[in-house]
């Protein structure tokens, strides 16, 4: 029983880390970027969706590996623990993954030093 607990929590918390911050590049980030490309509000040299792709690559890597080995080490009710932690944040990290206060604010933050626009103006745009 104990074991199945602390799996669920380590299933919990390589979801939420892992494929929610994925499901949000892809649903979010680069949709967002290229909206803002469309509309000629980022340097023509940005990076960002290269590192979104890469980000996407590494945090995929790293669920599969991390479910492989409790896949392949652990018991069965480590991995029943695992796979309920894992339906639980898919299930509570739905809602966080399209556009939403969090995921714009946050791109701002990171984004913004590709701006060639006023970062007041690229919000706008963003909340239509």
């Not at 929610?20 to 469309?38: D, N, V």
């Not at 991390?66 to 896949?71: A, M, Q, T, W």
């Not at 990171?110 to 006023?118: C, E, L």
Request: some cysteine.
């Amino acid at each position: 029983m104990i074991i199945s607990i602390v799996f669920w929590m380590i299933g919990l918390i390589i979801t939420s880390f892992t494929v929610i911050s994925a499901l949000i590049c892809l649903a979010f980030g680069i949709p967002t970027t290229k909206k803002l490309e469309h509309a000629n509000m980022l340097t023509n040299d940005h990076p960002i969706i290269k590192r979104y792709w890469v980000s996407v690559g590494f945090l995929i890597t790293v669920f599969v590996l991390v479910s492989g080995s409790v896949y392949i080490f652990g018991s069965v009710h480590a991995l029943r623990g695992y796979v309920g932690g894992i339906l639980f944040a898919v299930i509570l990290g739905i809602w966080k993954i399209g556009k939403n206060k969090n995921n714009i604010v946050d791109y701002i933050n990171t984004q913004s030093r590709y701006f060639n626009q006023p970062v007041e103006d690229v919000i706008n745009f963003l909340n239509k």
